[in-house]
């Protein structure tokens, strides 16, 4: 009776928990973009709210300007420190010519682990100088 006791507050504890998407701080310099992003960065975080959505609710996506020539090393060990033992999922590595770059991060956790996807958006240089803007789309999503 005490293990099933035990069991029944264990799961209730983890249900409450992963009812939460994680809270992500964005990196240094981030800022909510003043008139809006590009057409193509609202895309991709829609595409990224479609793939963390789940029967337990939508994502959190937060789209963040970050100053052109920003490393994506940078961004990604800021989003994974706060991501302690979470699992990383597929190639996280910086590709300077792409014009996307993504990783993800699954909690460690048999029973409705939840998720956490960055990526980085440059899009085609602008102006005289040449600069990329660049933008930090970070998705969460409830366990699943």
Do not use: F
């Not at 240094?28 to 595409?47: E, F, H, N």
């Amino acid at each position: 009776m005490l293990v099933v006791v035990a069991v029944a507050v264990i799961a209730g504890v983890r249900w409450r928990a992963a009812g939460v998407a994680h809270a992500i701080t964005p990196p240094a310099g981030a800022t909510v973009p003043a008139s809006g992003a590009d057409t193509d960065v609202l895309d991709r975080a829609a595409i990224i709210e479609r793939s963390l959505r789940n029967d337990r609710g939508e994502a959190t996506v937060r789209i963040y300007a970050v100053p052109p020539g920003s490393p994506w090393l940078q961004s990604r060990q800021i989003v994974a420190t706060q991501l302690d033992h979470w699992e990383q999922r597929g190639d996280c590595a910086d590709r300077p010519d792409a014009s996307i770059v993504e990783c993800a991060w699954r909690e460690p956790t048999r029973w409705w682990p939840r998720e956490v996807a960055l990526t980085m958006v440059r899009l085609s240089p602008t102006g005289p100088d040449g600069s990329r803007p660049t933008y930090v789309i970070i998705g969460s999503a409830v366990g699943a």
